[in-house]
């Protein structure tokens, strides 16, 4: 395992996997300028080579990322290195799925995008003590909600298939996305 020294302290290595260029190495210097040594990759297949190379102490991933998803990364990640600690990152409507990882797939916790080096750094170091309201438990119509928006992502938008996959009338599926998203 990779680590940088600083003042007599050792940092631990992190691998950050964002598909926005923008964001991932907006954070990739933020943490760098704290002494960490930090790789980056944007895609599923990146991030394994980066993997394979050395595996990580700590990793940050995207929950959505081209050639695969975050969950199957963190699966990879565990199957690589079970003691690599592991912190998912969420867009829009992914809640559910990261409250998955965390309770599955061994992830250390999630936050909302956009999160700021210092949030990512407690957060992987177990001091995260910023609580969103009503992110830890979204209510049922929330996680409805988020679900339908998943799978209508999954579907590229496709009204009748992602009906189909919900099993519900296309016109009900219709209704439910002109309301506007329930609160937390």
Sequence with gaps: MTVVETKGESLPSILLVDDDEVLRERLATAIRARGYEVRTAG?????????????PEMAVLDLKMPG?????????L?????HTRVLMLTGYGSIATAVEAVREGGAVGYLPKPADADEILAALAGTHTQKVPGLETPSLARA?????QRVLTDCGGNISEAA??????????QRKLHKYPPAR
């Design 144 to 148: 409805e909600w988020e679900h339908i």
């Design 68 to 76: 695969g998803n975050g969950l199957d990364l963190l699966k990879e």
């Design 78 to 82: 565990r199957r690589v290195d079970p």
């Design 43 to 55: 895609s599923f297949d990146e991030a394994l080579r980066e993997v394979a190379k050395e595996s």
């Design 164 to 173: 189909r996959r919900l099993g519900i009338h296309r016109r009900s599926l």
